[in-house]
């Protein structure tokens, strides 16, 4: 594309910050020599439709370039606390030595209610989020780009919206703690805390917007690699979902509209692809889950296409979900049973009560083993809708059969967490290593589709189960090659949970909780 100037960025070591983990190391960003001589410029000069002048953006003179990634091996994260900064964050197409400087379109012909609300940087973020961001992380047709769809609709009205959706691009552009992104993203949270938070006759279209805010929020933090802001941002949008009156009525009230459908199948993602949820189980019950997308079968109906997050895989994730709350209802049961054993035997108690806690420990294994033979029985029934899969034979952009390895490899992975953390499999075990090596052979034909933003939850089970140092090189190459494609900052936190699984468990003969982890580290991560 061409452009006037170039804009100049100093090329050093940084050093990560400890906002979030008390610990910090170093990488050293190194890039070619052709690069280093084009970008001498100190802005870029960007063409105004409108006028026939053009209108010059500042670009901060600190780094905001990518790390290489040869000096982004796994084996050089010696500390699960290394810190994302900027130039983690930002985008190597934005700056490459094979791509030329990103000149956003979108300020070529600046809708005016965006314009009255957004700066030229913002703008730039803006399209960039349109033309970069949400296109690589939707992985359905371009028709059922909702992250365009539905939430640049409401940024064109929605003030809030517009400094939301900014910083999302922001982050990838300038990265997170960029001084314009953080603006935005204050401004964004103060307009929401003063016209819907603390709105008492807030009437469905404020609701309405301020889910949107809420989930792109989200999405930022997410992308930023934070692993508490995010979910602080998801508590409140549960609670203004409660304080509407629930996801049904949400739905019901703007007639089961494919907007609608977005932000809740949106929301029901990142529910499920929590720590927390794995931890305390889902905020919202499966009950009312399964409701909403079984019973009313709310993906399948309308021409709402295919998920841009979930694909044709969402029945997976809805599994997945029992999963994880089938997990938290054990893990507890078996605590309570463990402190009633010792607690009999530090007694000395009658044969009776020793009968009683034998009876109760039988009981609870059998229920174990019931649940456990349902769950199996679910994952392996689960297809794909036929809506969605005619959807994707009759799309010419859209690969059917990656599209199916992705199904079949959220299947296998589902059943390495019920396999893991209900049945309490060793990852040794034949069972786990051939879900394991499937699993593996899957991602590898996964990642250089446009489907390689759906393979974080899949990266991080398969690299905790990995138990020897063959398994363990591939995980290490497969991340190098993820992040080489899509440069998120949850990806470095699934980097970081995992090399500290194989700091714990160097022969790999156990199963470590990779939740236990983030525990331990303060951490509340999304695998989105």
Known sequence: MKHDKECSFEIKEYIPSSEITPKTSRWRISKKDKIKEAVKENSLVLANADKESTLELPISGQSSLSPNLDNFSLTELTKPSQMLTDADLAM????????????????????????????EDGLCYLDYFEQEVARFMCIGPRDSNYFIKTFFTVASSEEPVAYALAAWGGVYFNGFSNEKVQSYKKKAYDLVKKRYLENTNLD???????FCYFLIAIGAEISSGDVSQWYDLFQQCTDLLK????????????FFSNDVKWLVSYFQHHDIMSSVALLNGTSCSMDKY???FKEYRLLETGNYGLDPVQGCAQPVFLILGEIMNAKVQFKMARDNLADEIQAVISRNSSSFDKRDVLRRQLNLHEEIDRRTTELVKQLNEVAPSKSQISILA?????????????????????????ALYIKRVQPCSSEIQLLLMKSLDAIDELIDTRLVTSLHMSLLICGVTCGNDLNRDRIRQFLDRVYERHKSGNLIRVREIIEEAWIRNKKGDFCVD?????????WKVSIC
Not at 104 to 117: A, V
Not at 514 to 522: A, L, Q, R
Request: hydrophobic share 35%.
């Open 92 to 119: 190597d197409n934005v700056l490459s030595e094979d791509s030329e400087l990103y000149i956003p379109m979108l300020l070529t012909q600046p809708t005016p209610s965006l314009s009255l609300h957004l700066e």
């Open 204 to 210: 469905s279209y404020g609701y309405y917007s301020a």
């Open 243 to 254: 304080r509407y009156g629930g996801l049904a009525k949400f739905c019901k009230d703007f």
């Open 290 to 292: 399964n409701t909403l």
């Open 394 to 418: 009759e799309s010419p952009e859209e690969d059917l059969e990656s599209h199916l390895t992705l199904f079949e490899l959220y299947r296998q992975v589902s059943h390495i967490y019920l």
């Open 514 to 522: 990779w939740v236990e982890i983030c525990k331990d580290f303060g």
